[in-house]
């Protein structure tokens, strides 16, 4: 019934339904067409509601063709397996299982919807259909685990730099790994690693971007302080373009950083973050304190000058007092 209410729709073009007509033609009540025009937006379809008019099909979800996006790939080594999915709970844990079960370093989960995607902290990361890129990717770098977090800084200055590249946006990194324009949230990136004896098993490289969602996507508390591609440039952006993008920069500097280590992506980071010399007040075992982040360390930790000129490194983005 979903799709016979969407191909009426599709029918009228840009004309209006309105609900009382829809639901003569189809012989349901009108309590249910709005469920089946509510269905609709969940799969990603954009549908305008008036009151006095009815319904109209603004667009339909992007939808991510895997053979397009395999082609556009072509010259890529790093990924060696693609496994695209239109709902999952989290792509994060799919890719962990995979991995469990010997998945080869470069396998890619990529999914059109999550129902409980992950972020740090415990955190829930809004993954509606059609509208983002949700995606695992299986690692087996051979590190020592104390490096993991120079690994997330990689991932931060590949995504910023293809974003940056496709949208033309002024993007940057708010450390350590949060992609921000005009201060609000539009990127996020979660590595988890297994590791035996201090060995790194295997790494996910969950990466979240929020590409074509309207302020409508976002509950009311995240929207002053998350926002999508398209929000900010007012255009839609093409789902697939940012895949290419990002995974033709990761490998780059994933080589880069395998040949010279962690030398240039550190340079690449400082260049790219918004967090450096923007004097932050941050806490410690002695209380609040106010410094100016000066650097970026081989741990992955922010360094920080007191105004007494001594310098302190701070190890957890939770330490540090937003504002
Ligand atoms: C964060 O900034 O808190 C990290 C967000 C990471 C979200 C991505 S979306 C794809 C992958 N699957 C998940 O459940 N989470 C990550």
């Known amino acids: 019934m979903t799709n016979r209410v969407l191909s009426l729709l599709e029918q009228a073009g840009e004309r209006y339904i309105s609900g009382e007509q829809l639901s003569k033609q189809l012989g349901i009540s009108r309590t249910a067409i709005w469920k089946h025009i509510h269905k609709l937006k969940l799969q990603g379809y954009e549908l305008e509601a008036s009151r006095n008019r009815g319904y109209r099909l603004l667009s339909k979800p992007d939808k991510i063709n895997i053979s397009d996006l395999v082609q556009r790939l072509h010259g890529t080594k790093l990924v060696t397996g693609i496994k695209y999915f239109d709902t999952v709970e989290s792509t994060q844990n799919i890719a962990h299982q995979l991995a469990q079960d010997d998945a080869p370093s470069g396998t890619l ?21 059609g509208k983002g890129v949700y995606m695992s990717m299986v690692l087996r770098p051979e590190l020592p685990l104390q490096f993991a977090p120079q690994l997330t800084l990689l991932v931060a200055v590949a995504l910023c730099i293809a974003l940056r590249e496709v949208t033309k946006l002024p993007i940057g990194i708010k450390w350590p790994n949060d992609l921000l324009i005009h201060g609000k949230k539009i990127s996020g990136i979660l590595l988890e690693s297994a590791a035996d004896d201090e060995k790194i098993r295997h790494v996910i490289m969950g990466i979240g971007i929020s590409v074509n969602m309207t302020v409508d996507d976002y509950p009311v508390e995240l929207q002053t302080v998350a926002s999508s591609l398209r929000i900010e440039a007012a255009q839609p952006f093409e789902r697939t373009a940012v895949i290419v993008a990002f ?20 340079m690449l980071w400082e260049s790219l973050s918004v967090t450096l010399h923007k004097p932050r007040q941050f806490h410690t075992s002695n209380g609040i304190v106010s410094g100016e982040p000066i650097s970026l360390l081989d741990s992955g930790a922010l360094l920080f000058q007191l105004e007494n000129g001594e310098q302190v490194p701070i190890f957890s983005a939770s330490a540090v007092i937003d504002g």
């Open 247 to 266: 995974l033709s920069h990761f490998e780059q500097f994933y080589r880069m950083y395998q040949q010279e280590g962690f030398a240039p992506i550190r």
């Open 109 to 129: 989960v990529i999914a059109d919807q999550q129902t409980s995607g992950r972020g740090r902290m415990g955190r829930n990361w809004v993954s509606p259909a």
